[in-house]
Structure formats: structure tokens, C-alpha cells
């Protein structure tokens, strides 16, 4: 069983930036396919970014890319979101999770491990 911890919200002004990170408990970690999701109040659980097990394949959402930057450290049992220019629409819980199975997904139902979150708060 993966147990999966993200660590790294908080509040920021508009514009600025947070670098969030999840650490995994299983040694395999390095087997699976990970990804980052939000939910804001209110609102569907959102995928954000998913990275291969090996990091060579990334996959952003519309709405993060060019902003955000998924990452990983397979050593560490690491996995980060590099959260550039962000905006208030950015406010959300994310939440980390990994796949046994899938090679890379934006569907939440193809991953089966998950963290907690963290919030993310961005004022205007």
C-alpha cells in the first residue's frame, strides 16, 4: 500500500509561485505513473499534470500549461508541481496520486493511490 503525503501550499499573491511536493512511503513509487489534481469548493476534482514512471512524458491541463511543471525524483520517492504566475482561479486543495497500471492519465479513475492535499490559496 502507497501512502502518499504533499506537503508545500499555502497563501500567495497573485503572480507568484509554490512548489508543492509529494512523498511516497512505498519504495514503489518508481513503478508507478503519478499525477497532481485540484478541487476548489464547489467544484469536480480537476487533473492538473501526470508524469511516465521514468519522467520522460509529461501531461498538462490546458489551463496550467506553459505555468506549471510536473517532476520527479524516483530516488527520493519524490514527485513535485512547479507552480509559476499563478491566479486566483488557481485556489484549490491538490492532491497527489499514483497509478499501478497507466502509463500517464488525466483520469482520476485510473489512479489508485491518493494524498490527502494541500491547500493552495492565490489572493488577487
Known amino acids: 500500500q502507497v501512502q502518499l503525503v504533499e506537503s508545500g501550499g499555502g497563501l500567495v499573491q497573485a503572480g507568484g509561485s509554490l512548489r508543492l511536493s509529494c512523498t511516497a512511503s512505498?519504495?514503489?513509487?518508481?513503478?508507478?505513473?503519478m499525477g497532481w489534481f485540484r478541487q476548489a469548493p464547489g467544484k469536480e476534482r480537476e487533473f492538473v499534470a501526470s508524469?511516465?514512471?521514468?519522467?520522460?512524458?509529461?501531461l498538462y491541463a490546458e489551463s496550467v500549461k506553459g505555468r506549471f511543471t510536473i517532476s520527479r525524483d524516483n530516488v527520493k520517492n519524490l514527485l513535485y508541481l512547479q507552480m509559476n504566475s499563478l491566479e486566483p482561479e488557481d485556489t484549490a486543495v491538490y492532491s497527489c496520486?499514483?497509478?499501478?497500471?497507466?502509463?500517464?492519465?488525466?483520469?482520476?479513475?485510473?489512479?489508485?493511490?491518493w494524498g490527502q492535499g494541500t491547500q493552495v490559496t492565490v489572493s488577487s
Open positions: 508524469i511516465t514512471r521514468a519522467g520522460g512524458t509529461t
Open positions: 496520486a499514483a497509478s499501478k497500471v497507466y502509463s500517464i492519465s488525466y483520469s482520476p479513475a485510473r489512479y489508485d493511490y
Open positions: 512505498d519504495r514503489k513509487f518508481s513503478w508507478s505513473a
